[in-house]
């Protein structure tokens, strides 16, 4: 017997009201001449049903963190307890997010979700998933109601684009396994170089993803009982946390391989999620490429970070947030025009 995960179904973005700015943006040389950056503000126009779109002006970094039993292996260039100490230096303001995210005018929140700790929300680490399930049945349907009542908490607070990051050591392991094993990819294929590991660490990290996918490969078509298995408990509240958004119109920024992973997983259980999601930047990761091509997201900028914590996200935020205003400037200038020309075309 499986575990279930049951998410809220997923509505559709407004496409009328997207290919009318799209539109817009193609009427005139200075529509044309802004690029990717008029998709994007076209992009949150038909998530918010509104053109022009309107500013982004309550984004938020939500940060979901773990151990995994994995870690023990050896197989990062970080030992286990970094995972507790990335934590208390986020909550210090004093991590990489923390900086990005002053600057880019985002609060921060840090979810303790199954760090080594006594303050953890749902358990202290989780299973090596080589040799033992990550979780059992009940820590996986709670770690995923955590999730839903993160978002539902977020949105509530008045958030209107969410960055996901995430926070724990062997995260890309546990990445390249349960990603490996749902897309049939073969572990030396999925295994990346994580934190910047040599060829014998990787080497650890390869056996240990074969041994992982092992363990699943009778459910391989049951995405949820695959996550319980050899996931952990924070990836299942990040992953609940993505569909939630969704379900409640909130654009994701994703960050990462870790959180682009559970968007992966969230499409798969929920389809429609993907509509909802704006991918920051890709880093080294294989899988993270396989699940951004799944997905069919373009990375809004090539930055190669490989920190986590939403990081990546952070940093490209205020692109994004200025893209918007980029666009919605534009149209407002059009149609004070009068004839659908902007100042370019004019001259």
């Known amino acids: 017997m499986s575990v279930s995960l049951h ?11 997207e290919a009318r700015v799209r539109a817009a943006m193609t009427e005139n040389p200075r529509g044309i001449s802004f690029g990717r950056l008029a998709s994007l503000g076209a992009w949150f126009a038909g998530r918010q049903g509104d ?11 939500v940060i979901f963190a773990g151990d995994h039993g994995i870690a023990e292996r050896g197989l990062s260039a970080f030992t286990p307890d970094a995972s507790a100490l990335q934590a208390d230096e986020i909550d210090a303001g004093a991590a990489p997010v923390n900086t990005l995210a002053r600057a880019a005018g985002a609060p921060v929140e840090l979810i303790r979700v199954s760090l080594k700790a006594p303050s953890s929300l749902i358990c202290e680490g989780s299973g090596a998933i080589d040799v033992e399930d990550a979780m059992s049945e009940e820590q996986f349907l709670r770690a995923a109601e955590l999730g839903r009542a993160v978002a539902d908490r977020t949105i509530d607070a008045g958030c209107d684009l969410a960055i996901a990051g995430d926070v724990g050591v062997g ?7 349960l990603i490996g094993s749902l897309t049939f990819t073969e572990p030396v294929v999925a295994v990346g170089r994580g934190s910047g590991i040599n060829d014998e660490v990787w080497k ?3 056996a240990a993803v074969r041994d992982s996918m092992f363990r699943v490969r009778e459910v391989q078509d049951d995405v949820a009982e695959v996550m319980r298995r ?21 654009p994701v920024l994703i960050d990462g391989a870790f ?4 968007a992966y997983t969230a499409e798969r259980i929920t389809p429609g ?32 970070m490989t920190t986590g914590q939403g990081a990546g996200g952070t940093a490209v935020l205020p692109l994004i947030t200025s893209a918007v205003e980029l666009v919605a400037d534009e149209m407002r200038s059009q149609d004070g025009a009068g004839d659908g020309a902007g100042p370019m075309e004019r001259r």
């Open 7 to 17: 998410l809220d179904a997923v509505p559709l973005p407004d496409t009328a009201v």
């Open 51 to 61: 053109a022009p779109p309107q500013p982004i002006s309550s984004p938020r970094v």
């Open 171 to 177: 995260n890309t392991t546990v990445m390249a396994a």
């Open 204 to 206: 650890v990290k390869v």
């Open 230 to 250: 050899i996931s952990s408990p924070d990836f299942v509240a990040l992953t609940a946390f993505i569909a939630q958004c969704a379900s409640r119109r909130t």
């Open 259 to 262: 959180p682009s992973a559970a």
């Open 273 to 304: 999620v993907k509509e909802w999601l704006i991918a920051s930047q890709l880093t080294p990761e294989p899988c993270h490429k396989v699940c951004l091509q799944a997905l069919d997201l373009t990375p809004v900028a090539a930055l190669d």
